[in-house]
């Protein structure tokens, strides 16, 4: 079957979905800066390659918090798959376990955890907001271990939502008939019911999310759970000691793909600080609009030990459902398998920082 085009499944994404659902998607917060300037430092980022190397056979394959995958890739947690596609993580969950690689399942699925697993044949993960009700908070961890989930991701950079203008603009809700059916619908009411001038997802997030956690709180949750513990977030090297010091397991360098502190460093920019700071002590994971290939190979060059994809899998997802997302998935590991050929690698081990040339900062 041919192919298509990236651009071709965001084109595709956004003729299917409603425009609020869509900027809901694309959009980021305040001047929408961060979204561009993520793409901007990838794309001024180069690539060193290294010739007469043997590639005839190339191994895309790596470990990733003690599971084999296929690639160095992971899907970046997004909430409410269902607005793309009426299957939404299920379908996610097929598309990612015939590539190989790990889902993070976001606490806002639109999907039961049960259901999602009972599809997925790859590692899945779950994503969590710290909130102020601990035991809802510790019963999805509960849920999440009975289905065999293998880690689980916090999301640290977002004590409060940042405002994002078009949601605000647009008064988005949650549409009805979909819903973040693994939390007590009492505590999801507030991202229901559409009000102008006013996004209904922040004010959900400003009754249910803690902002009061601090590091010492992360003991709270490493002692009621053995799945390693993943933060997401992190954006500085300070930050990144710590998690290894509180006994994390690895970071995903992301700036939450312009969605939040505006203005904050692309993730790309902040990476090799990042692990440079590590040292190997912790797994270093990267996000922040990988869609080809080559962003793959610059992210392990740079230190991390995969690249998660975000956006292009909705698209993927949106166009046309599990097969979408599987092609979208399909073309990515196609991309890094020849970009690392050409670099000279045959397997991730290969890719160093000598594979990349990174300008100042403008």
């Known amino acids: 079957m041919s192919r298509p085009a990236l651009r071709e499944f965001e084109q595709a994404a956004r003729a299917r979905l409603s ?13 929408g800066s961060m979204i561009s300037a993520n793409r ?6 180069r690539l060193r390659p290294r010739v007469l190397m043997d ?23 997004m909430a409410y798959h269902q607005l793309v596609h ?11 376990g015939k590539a190989g690689v790990p889902l993070t399942v976001s606490m806002f699925a639109s999907r039961t955890l049960a259901d999602i697993a009972a599809a997925a044949t790859g590692p899945l993960w779950l994503q969590l907001y710290w909130l102020r009700r601990r035991d809802v908070l ?20 977002a004590p409060r ?14 549409p009805d008939g979909i819903r973040a059916v693994n939390i007590d619908e009492t505590l999801m ?3 229901y019911g559409g009000q102008v001038g006013e996004s209904a997802v922040a004010r959900h997030a400003r009754e249910q999310f803690d902002a009061s956690i601090g590091w010492a709180d992360l003991a709270w949750l490493r002692e009621r759970t053995s799945l390693p513990l993943v933060l997401k977030g992190i954006l500085t090297a300070e930050d990144a000691l710590l998690a290894a010091d509180h006994g994390v397991r690895a970071v995903i360098v992301s700036n939450h793909g312009g969605r939040q502190l505006d203005s904050a460093q692309p993730a790309f920019a902040a990476l090799a600080e990042v692990a440079d700071a590590l040292d190997g002590r912790i797994q270093v994971f990267v996000d922040g609009s990988v869609r080809y290939g080559t962003d793959v190979v610059k992210a392990l060059c740079l230190g991390a030990d995969a690249a998660l994809l975000g956006r292009p899998l909705l698209w993927g997802l949106a166009d046309s459902g599990d097969e979408g997302a599987s092609l979208v ?34």
């Open 19 to 31: 425009s609020h659902v869509w900027d809901f998607i694309a959009g980021g917060s305040g001047t």
């Open 40 to 45: 901007h430092t990838l794309d001024r980022i």
């Open 55 to 77: 590639v005839s056979r190339v191994d895309t394959g790596t470990t990733l918090l003690g599971d084999q995958v296929r690639a160095p890739v992971g899907i970046a947690p």
């Open 86 to 96: 009426p299957e939404g993580e299920v379908a996610a969950a097929r598309a990612a």
């Open 138 to 157: 510790l019963d999805l961890v509960r849920r999440a271990e009975e289905a065999e989930f293998r880690a689980l991701v916090l999301t640290v950079d």
């Open 161 to 174: 939502m940042a405002r994002r203008p078009k949601d605000v603009r647009n008064g988005f809700a949650i």
């Open 189 to 191: 009411s507030a991202s």
């Open 329 to 362: 998935l399909g073309g990515l590991a196609e991309e890094v398998e020849e970009a690392m050929a050409l670099m000279g690698a045959s397997g991730v081990g290969s890719l160093t920082r000598a594979g990349v040339v990174c300008p100042r900062a403008e």
